[in-house]
């Protein structure tokens, strides 16, 4: 894999990969939306899923992930593109997974010409994550959980408080600090980076790092969350 290579997973889908080598593998039907590369899809199937279904709003990332789960041999697996819920209307999920765009990008394209979608999050960076809250619920099995990745500067108080008004309940799994690219400080809005120092983002020299959480989030009245 290569420099150049636009879809290769970044340090939120490696966490996210941690945390899914960490819990019980979960052998129901599975989702991840914002495919990107395929990688999480694939380490689903090769823990055990029964059947895999991604979504992608770009249809190149859907491309890259059908031809990785062909590659892998997964059987089972179905990858659509659409945004967020309106590919799956009626259909629930034993294990949904998601890496949201929170970044206030204001450009129309990202690194290596991709999609704005993909890193960019609205003016508060939470426009893609509530949307996905909000229809969480209704794509949830009664035991079924989500991970997601949650940047601390969008207000994790915040995502905890829209879960309780939509009967779910979530815990942080754990907490990872990543460095921020260059090419994304540049696309942020003037100040920006200014407002969240010290509190979420960090800097040490020329540097900038950002902490964020995995977080796994079930029905409220769900047994306690497995770790």
């Known amino acids: 894999m290569t420099d150049e290579d636009v879809f290769r997973p970044s340090e939120y889908t490696a966490a996210l990969l941690r945390q899914l080598r960490l819990r019980p593998p979960c052998t129901g039907r599975v989702l991840e939306i914002g495919t990107g590369s395929g990688v999480v899809l694939a380490a689903l199937a090769a823990q055990g899923a029964r059947e895999v279904v991604g979504v992608d709003i770009e249809p190149e990332a859907v491309r890259r992930t059908q031809a990785l789960l062909q590659a892998q041999a997964v059987a089972h697996a179905t990858v659509r593109c659409g ?43 939470r426009d893609v994550l509530d949307r996905f809250l909000d229809g969480l619920r ?66 040490v020299g020329p540097y900038v790092f950002c902490d964020f959480q995995v977080i796994e989030i079930r029905h409220a009245d769900a047994a306690t969350l497995a770790r």
């Open 83 to 125: 945004d967020l819920w309106t590919p799956l209307a009626g259909e629930r999920f034993d294990l949904v997974v998601f890496n949201p765009p929170q970044l206030p990008v204001r450009d129309d394209g990202v690194a290596g010409h991709r999609l704005r979608t993909w890193s960019d999050g609205g003016p508060h960076g």
């Open 138 to 203: 209704d794509h949830l099995a009664p035991q079924a959980s989500a991970l997601i990745t949650h940047s601390s500067f969008v207000g994790l108080d915040l995502t905890l408080e829209r879960l309780r008004d939509r009967g779910l309940r979530a815990e942080v799994a754990q907490t990872v600090s990543v460095p921020v690219p260059a090419w994304k400080l540049r696309l942020l809005p003037p100040r920006w980076l200014e407002r969240h120092l010290g509190q979420s983002l960090h800097s």
